[in-house]
């Protein structure tokens, strides 16, 4: 045996219970009461809990956006999700206006090469659909980017219309690929942008209130409702609202196989905060927008109940000073997104688990198990099994620190947490084996993230309560 851990208790979506751990050419090879006498080196994890790698399947490394570019590339941003004991991520790949799937899918396989020091696949997002396109999904399929996102909001930029929504939803459940769903309505938000910009309404404040929370609720109901139709597996993302969350419980009561994922960001921080000074608003403009705070126990309570599969980040982060500030005295260009890769086991442990709000076992569901399952990783990636690849987090809840942007690895000049302080700690991260992170340092390679072709989605997941 090359490497064994020792002393810990192993936690999985169904269960935890005390084993040791051994691992063998990237794999884990046995799950034992005890592996102590067997040779090897050893990792002593008495007293800590030994969950899955985090599967990440929101991120936007190095992503174009009104104007700049999202700051974490594939280095960076994979060197924070590493510390974070994140060990797979989905980036999303993104289709140029005018040009195929093939050309966006190759430029981000460019930027992802040689720089991600974790594993890594793609989302494809369709902003064009024309006949290419039809082909370039099968091509995808053959290619392991198995999941299509739409837009139905960022009007000339990247939103789709129905038309483009229902054709996709058509083609993708003939290959057996799933699409993801952007539900906010752009048209009218866009015509309430630039009401509120003619009234001198420019502040950041005025971003949430471009985009109230019905015509995310409105979005998700017809994405919904198209997808119904065309007998297609729908996947909302970024899941931000009560009313939204209605609408697909809804859907899944029906039997409806809607999935939806919600973020950090929703369950942690509200509208209040785009009211902080001095343009600090600016650090929450995202889209959906932050919503008023009852939405927060409404998402915690949903996400434990399993009506929430997935708990992603949707990092996508821009600087305050030189980014963000292009918008100082228009709030619609700010460019959208926020930093959140590296701390999302952190605020899902600390304020989930320790405030009882998720079980730890719900917390693995969410964090690796389900987005494996639905993303066609499963059980290569998101368990803690014989066979399965060698991504585990070491991870001592008792340990304190607090967050703060100069101690993240994020490539970005601020944390939405500065100064939380957070109960639970990681101590060792490993990547199909290898020690990648130990007490927040990075000790993996440049380059040593694999690609990883996915599955076809497969819906009939119990564990996501699906029923097609
Ligand atoms: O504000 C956000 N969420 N930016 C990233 C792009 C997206 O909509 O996911
Ligand atoms: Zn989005
Ligand atoms: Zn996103």
Not at 8 to 27: H, L, Q, W, Y
Not at 355 to 366: A, N
């Amino acid at each position: 045996m090359e490497l064994k851990i020792i002393g810990g208790t192993v936690v999985t979506a169904e269960k935890s219970f005390r084993a040791d751990v051994g691992i063998e050419d990237g794999k884990i090879t046995r799950i034992a009461t005890s592996l102590a006498d067997q040779p090897g080196e050893t990792i002593d994890a008495t007293g800590q809990y030994i969950l899955p790698g985090g599967i990440d399947v929101h991120t936007h490394f190095e992503l174009p956006f009104g104007g700049t570019v999202s700051p974490d590339d594939f280095f960076t941003g994979t060197v924070a999700a590493a510390c974070g004991g994140t060990t797979t991520v989905l980036d999303f790949a993104v289709q140029s206006k005018g040009q195929g799937l093939k050309e966006g899918l190759e430029s981000w396989q460019e930027k992802a090469r040689d720089k991600a020091v974790i594993d890594y696949g793609f989302h494809m997002a369709i902003t064009d659909f024309n006949r290419q396109v039809v082909d370039d999904m099968e091509a995808m399929m053959e290619s392991g980017v198995t999941s299509f996102k739409l837009f139905m909001a960022y009007k000339n930029i990247f939103m789709v219309d129905d038309e483009t929504l229902f054709r996709s939803f058509l083609k993708a459940k003939e290959l057996g690929g799933l699409v993801m769903v952007h539900a906010e309505n752009g048209g009218l938000i866009d015509l309430l942008t630039n009401k509120l910009l003619a009234e001198g309404k420019t502040q950041p404040m005025y971003h949430a209130l471009s985009r109230p929370p019905e015509l995310e609720e409105e979005a998700t109901s017809r994405a919904i409702i198209l997808a119904r139709l065309a007998e297609a597996p729908l996947y909302v993302v970024h899941l931000s609202y009560r009313g939204a969350m209605r609408r697909v419980k809804k859907a899944r009561a029906n039997q409806q196989p809607v999935l939806a994922e919600t973020c950090p960001h929703y369950l942690m921080l509200s509208i209040e905060n785009y009211s902080e000074p001095d343009f600090a608003g600016a650090k929450y403009v995202m889209s959906p927008p932050l919503r008023g705070k009852h939405n927060q126990a409404y998402l915690w309570k949903n996400l434990a109940e399993g009506h929430l599969q997935v708990v992603s980040s949707d990092h996508c982060s821009f600087n305050l000073k030189g980014q963000k500030d292009l918008g100082r005295d228009d709030f619609s260009r700010i460019p959208n997104g926020v930093p959140g890769v590296e701390t999302r086991l952190f605020i899902l442990y600390s304020e989930g688990v320790r405030h009882k709000k998720i079980t730890l076992e719900r917390l693995v569901d969410v964090w690796a198990t389900s987005p494996a399952k639905i993303f066609g990783l499963y059980p290569q990636k998101g368990v803690i099994a014989e066979g399965s690849d060698a991504d585990l987090v070491i991870f001592n809840p008792n340990k304190k620190f607090v967050l703060q942007s100069a101690k993240l690895h994020q490539n970005v000049d601020y944390c939405p947490y500065e100064g939380l302080e957070v109960k639970g700690a990681i101590s060792r991260v490993l990547s199909r084996g290898k020690v990648i992170v130990k007490e927040n340092s990075f000790s993996g390679r440049r380059g040593a993230g694999q690609f990883l072709r996915r599955l076809k989605f497969k819906p009939r997941l119990e564990s996501t309560g699906v029923i097609a």
